[in-house]
């Protein structure tokens, strides 16, 4: 569907997005009144932002040096076309493949003197790494580095303003609304397409196998993406990431199983079809057993919709394969 990293895109969103045009009585010369667009929207600096700590952080100028401490933050900013300045990214940032040129700041415990040598003008930490990486963040703040904790998105609505809030953070919010209606267009795609389904499949999804299976139940991305394709979670009466008994999971009868686990473990669907009991699951005996790429279905992030199209693809492929 995409991605192809976007610059200058959002000029071409805005002329799409022409006010409606409207005739009044003219003179002789039959003139036509047009109403003129409005402006795409830009970053006025200095900027004060509330971040997910509660903390009011003011950006002062537009950020020319950016370290992104997770990798939804550094897939977010190279979608608003902010490669040339992010100087640092997470040990677990792996795409796009530029990420992989950028100075490594460590991963959960990062390395703050290695943050400071870069002399970022702004950090985009995460919601998610608190707790074990408080200190941390506040000796960054200490040596006179604006720290924004960027929330944790659990859904689609909540990555749209996560875009959005980094693109006012860092001066790009034309490009930030130009994809976030991108996104959304996208999402109304496929559930037009999933509309015309009359037999929602029950779909479970493995996103682990070892030491436990662990699945995705309610309040999850996951689980909100079944909901946009029109399947029903098999695992949607648990909450969040659960553990899940293998015995469960075969009362359950899913007609579908996708596991998460393909991008690390290259045998895991296979497992999944020779699991001692699983000979009678729907999805086992019709070989409904596919994988989908772990990062595009639970990184925070614009390749989410590209995700929901390949968990789509996977559950009704004579749908969404055509």
């Known amino acids: 569907m995409k991605k192809v990293w976007k610059f200058g895109v959002s000029a071409g969103l805005a002329a799409a997005l022409l006010a409606g045009c409207g005739q009044e009585a003219a003179p002789a010369e039959q003139e036509t009144a047009t109403e003129t667009p409005a402006a795409p929207a830009e970053t006025e600096f200095p900027v004060t932002l509330t971040d997910a700590v509660g903390d009011e952080i003011t950006i002062e100028e537009e950020p020319e040096a950016i370290v992104s401490m997770i990798p939804s933050n550094t897939e977010i900013a190279y979608e608003l076309g902010l490669d040339d300045k992010i100087v640092g990214v997470s040990d677990f940032d792996n795409y ?52 924004f904790v960027v929330n944790n998105a659990e859904n689609f609505e909540q990555v749209y303003e996560t875009i959005d809030t980094i693109g006012k953070a860092t001066g790009t919010q034309e490009e930030a609304e130009a994809e976030i209606a991108e996104m959304k267009e996208e999402v109304a795609e496929i559930e037009e397409k999933a509309a015309s389904i009359e037999d929602p499949k029950k779909v479970f999804i493995e996103v682990s196998s070892v030491p436990e299976i662990y699945t995705t139940g309610s309040g999850t991305f996951m689980d909100e993406m079944l909901s946009l394709i029109n399947a029903e979670n098999a695992a949607g009466d648990l909450k969040g990431w659960a553990t899940i008994d293998p015995e469960a999971i075969v009362d359950r009868n899913p007609d579908v199983i996708v596991t998460t686990e393909g991008t690390y473990n290259p045998e895991a669907v296979n497992q999944i079809m020779e699991r001692g009991g699983f000979a009678d699951v729907t999805a086992v005996k019709e070989k409904a057993v596919h994988e989908v790429d772990s990062d595009m279905v639970s990184r925070s992030g614009p390749r989410l919709t590209d995700g929901l199209e390949e968990l789509a693809k996977a559950v009704y492929p004579e749908v969404f394969s055509e």
């Open 96 to 147: 796009p493949e530029e990420a992989a040129e950028v100075e490594k700041i460590g991963g959960q415990e990062f390395n703050v003197e290695k943050i400071i040598s870069l002399q970022p003008d702004v950090v985009l930490a995460h919601e998610s790494g608190l707790g074990v990486g408080d200190a941390g963040l506040q000796q960054l703040r200490d040596a006179g580095i604006k720290v």
